[in-house]
């Protein structure tokens, strides 16, 4: 079994910058791609940036030029950079990860418990 462990949100002013962190333990063979996924009041949760296993990158068109999203395979762990942060990026932020147990098995999806973001004055 898999488990992600988020940290670093936080409250920030506008213009201001927070680094969201997602470390994969438990039994892991490799992992596939790896995401960042928020989800703000009353809305569906939405893609924010993915990361492949060679280091490829993909952000929505929200959050292009102002976040970063990078990997660190050695320590199972994605990391996303919040610059610049607005008001509407207010959300809870979620990890996704594509992880398997064994070399043989399926990749399957493991989902974050959440990180709060909130931009506020």
């Known amino acids: 079994q898999v488990q992600l462990v988020e940290s670093g949100g936080g409250l920030v002013q506008p213009g201001g910058s927070l680094r969201l962190s997602c470390a994969a333990s438990g039994r892991i063979s490799s992992i596939n791609a790896m995401g960042w996924y928020r989800q703000a009041p009353g809305l569906q949760r939405e893609l924010v940036a993915v990361i492949s296993s060679g280091g490829s990158t993909d952000y929505a068109d929200s959050v292009k030029g102002r976040f970063t999203i990078s990997r660190d395979n050695a320590k199972n762990t994605v990391y996303l950079q919040l610059n610049s942060l607005k008001p509407e990026d207010t959300a809870v932020y979620y990890c996704?990860?594509?992880?398997?147990?064994?070399?043989?098995?399926?990749?399957?999806?493991?989902w974050g418990q959440g990180t709060p973001v909130t931009v506020s004055s």
């Open positions: 996704n990860v594509r992880v398997r147990a064994t070399p043989w098995a399926s990749f399957v999806e493991v």
